[in-house]
Antibody, heavy 117, light 107 residues
């Protein structure tokens, strides 16, 4: 059964760096990619980036200068780091397994990140 | 970036009613479209991919259709458990982009 679970701090200071972990089970990171998506409270979904099964990455150009996605295949973990956080980065951050390339399945429950001093 | 425009923003339907949600892409996405359902406080769930393929475990009352830039999701007989927000998403080109969502409620 495909499962993903996000973890990380719930509160980040403005201008600081966000670090999140997505721990997966039920599949191998060397076989499938993982997408990161975020959702501001009460709003829609924004694709942030993907780390593919070969370790390559694609990023949303709107976030590319601040965003980094990496992984540890031995621990079945994917990492998201985003710097220079602002209040508009307040959102629920979700990871999901890629499906047929452009789609997402097995979404985690998400982690709410608030950017505030 | 490909813009996804969803309509309506919200609708109410009676039990057993047929519901249709529309999604328009800003350019041809060659059936590279998915529909997701998101219930309150939950994560999105994939319903339809490739415009018309039903994801495993999704009830057959859900169906997707369309081509080019125009797509739709149909629920053939509204059930109480179908309440939630529905998003379309194009999976053809990066960055992947989503529609703004349709909130579906029971009338």
């Amino acid at each position: 059964q495909v499962q993903l679970k996000e973890s990380g701090p719930g509160l980040v200071q403005p201008s600081e760096t966000l670090s999140l972990t997505c721990t997966v089970s039920g599949f191998s990171l060397t076989s499938y990619g993982v997408n990161w998506v975020r959702q501001p409270p009460g709003k829609g979904l924004e694709w942030m980036g993907t780390i593919w099964n070969d370790g390559s990455t694609d990023y949303n150009s709107a976030l590319k200068s601040r965003l980094s996605i990496s992984r540890d295949t031995s621990k079945s973990q994917v990492f998201l780091k985003m710097n220079s956080l602002q209040t508009e980065d307040t959102a629920i951050y979700l990871c999901a397994r890629e499906f047929y390339g452009g789609y997402s399945v097995g979404w985690g429950q998400g982690v709410m990140v608030t950017v505030s001093s | 970036d490909i813009q996804m425009t969803q309509s309506p923003a919200s609708l109410s339907a009676s039990l057993g009613e047929t519901v249709t949600i529309q999604c328009r892409a800003s350019e041809d996405i060659y059936s590279g479209l998915a529909w997701y359902q998101q219930k309150p406080g939950k994560s999105p769930q994939l319903l339809i991919y490739g415009a018309s393929s039903l994801q495993d475990g999704v009830p057959s009352r859900f169906s997707g259709s369309g081509s080019g830039t125009q797509y739709s999701l149909k629920i053939s007989s509204m059930q109480t458990e179908d309440e939630g927000v529905y998003f379309c998403q194009q999976g053809l080109k990066y960055p992947l982009t989503f529609g703004s969502g349709t909130k579906l409620e029971i009338k």
